[in-house]
C-alpha cells in the first residue's frame, strides 16, 4: 500500500524559511513525477512545484524564486524548500504524483506564516 507523509510545516514569520519533507513508502516515487501541492482556507488545492523523475522542476508563479523542491531516490523522499515566505503561502501542504491520484493524498502539513 502507497503512503505519503508529509512533515516539517509550523509557524513562522513573515520572511522565514522552513524545509517540508514527504516519505514515500510503495512503488510510485520511482516511476512518476512528484509535486507540492497547497490548500488555503476556503480556496482549493493549487499545483505548488512539480520535480520529474530525472529531477527536471518547475514552479506556479506565485513562488517561483523562493521555493526549490527537490527528491532523494535513495530515502525515497521529496522536498520543499521554502525561503522569504510571505502570510499568503499559509496552507496545508501535500505531496502526489503528478497527476495526483486521489487514492494518495495524505494529512498534509500546516504551515502558517504569520507575525
Known amino acids: 500500500q502507497v503512503q505519503l507523509v508529509e512533515s516539517g510545516g509550523d509557524l513562522v514569520q513573515p520572511g522565514g524559511s522552513l524545509r517540508l519533507s514527504c516519505a514515500v513508502s510503495?512503488?510510485?516515487?520511482?516511476?512518476?513525477?512528484m509535486a507540492w501541492y497547497r490548500q488555503a482556507p476556503g480556496k482549493q488545492r493549487e499545483l505548488v512545484a512539480v520535480?520529474?523523475?530525472?529531477?527536471?522542476?518547475n514552479y506556479a508563479d506565485s513562488v517561483k524564486g523562493r521555493f526549490t523542491i527537490s527528491r532523494d531516490n535513495v530515502k525515497n523522499t521529496v522536498y520543499l524548500q521554502m525561503n522569504s515566505l510571505k502570510p499568503e503561502d499559509t496552507a496545508v501542504y501535500y505531496c502526489?504524483?503528478?497527476?495526483?491520484?486521489?487514492?494518495?493524498w495524505g494529512q498534509g502539513t500546516q504551515v502558517t506564516v504569520s507575525s
Open positions: 510503495g512503488s510510485i516515487f520511482s516511476f512518476n513525477t
Open positions: 502526489n504524483k503528478l497527476p495526483p491520484g486521489n487514492r494518495y
Open positions: 520535480i520529474t523523475r530525472d529531477s527536471t522542476t
